[in-house]
C-alpha cells in the first residue's frame, strides 16, 4: 500500500536506483578484470615464466608416475615437493589437459589468473556490504588489475592466487551469504593449496562460533570433512614426509625481505637468528591468535581480522619469494584503501624490478632467479613499510579506534552483519 505523501513508492525507486548503481558496479570490475585476464593468459602461453614452471614441469612428471600422493616420496636435483595435497590433484588435470594440447606452463598461470578474477569480485561483494558502492567497485578493480597479481599469476607461475581466491570465498560465503558449510569447504581447499591461509582460520572459527552453534557446526563439518578427504590419504600413506616437506616447510632462503633483511644491515643480532628459527613459529601464533581475538571481542570485524591475518603473516615472515607478494593484496582492501593502494602499487614495482633483472630487462621470456640488488631490496622496503602502515590501521580498525564518518570518512565503514529477521523483512 502506498502512503498518501507517496513515501513508499520513494523507497521503492531509491532501491532500484541502489540495485542498477551496484550493477553497473559490479560489471565493471568483472570487465576491467577480465581485460586483464585477457593480457595474463596471453602472457601464459608467449612466455616460459619463472624457475618454479621448471619445479612444475618435475612435479607433473611425478604425479604421473607416482600419483598425487606417491608422489611425496620422490626427490629432484635441489627440489622436493612441498605443497598440500589438493595440488597433487590439480596436477592430475593438469597431466590431463596436456594431453589435449595445453602446456603445463600455461596452465598453471591460466587457473591463477581466473582465481585473480574471482577475487576481485569478492573482494567487492565484501565491501559494497561495508561501505559505499564506489569504494567497493574501485577496490575491486584495483585488485583486478594488480600489478603483483599481474606478475605473479601472469609470468612466475605459482599458486598462491588461488588459495588466496579461496580465503576470501570462504569469508564472503560465511559472513554474508550464510552458507558455512561451503564456506567451510573453501577455507579447507586453501588450505589444501598452501598451508599459509591457516592463519585466518581461526578468526573465522570465532566468527562462526559467535554467530551460532548451527553456523559453527556446518562450518567446522565443511572445514573438517574437506580437510580429512584431501589430506587423509597423504597423511596415512606418506605421512613423514608431508610433515617434513609440507608442514615443516620454512619457506624460501632466500632472505632479503623485512626484519631479517633490516637485521643483516645491523650485523645479524640475536633477535633476527631468531626469527629464522624458532620465532617463526611465535610470529604463526600472534598471527591466528590476535584476529581471532578481536573477533571474539567484536564478531562485525571479521572481514579486516581475515585481512590483517594475512598482512601481518607477510610483514613479519623471516623467508621471502616474489610469489609471497600475493598474500595481502585482496585482505589488504578489507583493511583499507589508501594503504592497500600503497602496498598494491610498491609491491608491483618490486616484482617488475626483480622480473624485468632476471630476464634480462623487455621482452620477458625466461626468469632466471638472481640474488636481489640493492635496489630491489629499497623497493621491497617501501612495501614492507605498506604493509607496515596497514597492520596499525588494521589494528586501530579491530580495537574500534578509527574515526567515524562524522569525522571524516574511513577507509572502510564495517557494518554488523544483519539478523536473519532482520533480512527477511528486508
Keep these: 500500500m502506498v502512503r498518501a505523501d507517496g513515501s513508499r513508492r520513494t523507497d521503492v525507486s531509491v532501491r532500484r536506483a541502489g540495485d542498477k548503481e551496484t550493477r553497473r558496479a559490479r560489471y565493471t570490475v568483472l570487465g576491467i578484470a577480465g581485460l586483464a585476464l585477457l593480457f595474463k593468459v596471453l602472457m601464459a602461453f608467449r612466455t616460459w615464466g619463472s624457475g618454479d614452471i621448471s619445479h612444475w614441469t618435475d612435479f607433473s612428471n611425478g604425479v604421473r608416475e607416482a600419483g598425487p600422493i606417491g608422489v611425496y ?34 596452465t598453471i598461470r591460466i587457473v591463477s589468473s581466473l582465481a585473480d578474477v574471482a577475487t ?8 559494497r556490504r561495508r561501505g559505499t558502492v564506489r569504494l567497493a567497485m574501485w577496490s575491486g578493480l584495483l585488485v583486478g588489475v594488480s600489478p603483483v597479481l599481474f606478475t605473479v599469476s601472469g609470468f612466475h607461475g605459482n599458486t598462491d592466487p588461488v588459495f588466496t581466491m579461496l580465503t576470501m570465498l570462504s569469508l564472503l560465503l560465511l559472513t554474508d551469504r550464510d552458507r558455512p558449510a561451503l564456506a567451510g569447504i573453501a577455507m579447507g581447499l586453501a588450505v589444501g593449496v598452501k598451508i599459509v591461509p591457516v592463519v585466518a582460520v581461526p578468526a573465522l572459527l570465532v566468527y562462526a562460533a559467535m554467530t551460532g552453534r548451527r553456523t559453527f557446526v556446518r562450518y567446522v563439518a565443511g572445514l573438517g570433512a574437506t580437510f580429512v578427504i584431501t589430506w ?12 617434513k616437506d609440507v608442514v615443516g616447510y ?3 632462503s632466500l632472505r632479503q625481505w623485512g626484519l631479517v633483511q633490516i637485521g643483516h644491515w645491523f650485523g645479524d643480532p640475536w633477535w633476527s637468528e631468531f626469527l629464522i628459527g624458532p620465532g617463526r613459529f611465535l610470529v604463526l601464533v600472534l598471527c591466528c591468535g590476535l584476529p581471532a581475538y578481536f ?6 570485524v571479521v572481514a579486516p581480522a581475515v585481512g590483517l591475518s594475512l598482512v601481518a603473516f607477510l610483514m613479519l615472515s623471516p623467508a621471502f619469494g616474489v610469489q609471497y607478494t600475493v598474500w ?20 608491483g614495482w618490486m616484482t617488475f624490478a626483480i622480473y624485468n633483472a632476471w630476464n634480462g630487462g623487455l621482452p620477458w621470456y625466461r626468469g632466471h632467479s638472481l640474488k636481489y640488488s640493492d635496489n630491489q631490496v629499497a623497493i621491497g622496503l617501501l612495501a614492507w613499510v605498506a604493509l607496515v602502515l596497514l597492520c596499525v590501521e588494521g589494528l586501530r580498525t579491530l580495537t574500534g579506534r578509527l574515526r567515524t564518518p562524522a569525522d571524516g570518512p574511513p577507509a572502510v565503514t564495517f557494518l554488523p552483519r544483519p539478523s536473519k529477521a532482520a533480512r527477511r523483512r528486508t
Design 328 to 347: 595481502p593484496v585482496a585482505g589488504a582492501y578489507l583493511i583499507g584503501f589508501g594503504s592497500a593502494t600503497f602496498y598494491n602499487l610498491s609491491a
Design 120 to 127: 576481485s569480485l569478492i573482494i567487492f561483494e565484501l565491501l
Design 250 to 252: 620454512n619457506g624460501s
Design 73 to 106: 616420496g620422490l626427490t629432484w636435483p635441489g627440489s622436493f615437493y612441498n605443497h598440500p595435497p589438493v595440488i597433487g590433484y590439480l596436477l592430475e588435470l593438469v597431466n590431463g589437459l596436456e594431453h589435449l594440447g595445453l602446456p603445463l606452463r600455461a
Design 295 to 300: 573477533v571474539w571481542r567484536r564478531p562485525s
Design 232 to 243: 587423509g590419504p597423504a597423511l596415512a600413506l606418506q605421512g613423514k614426509n608431508v610433515i
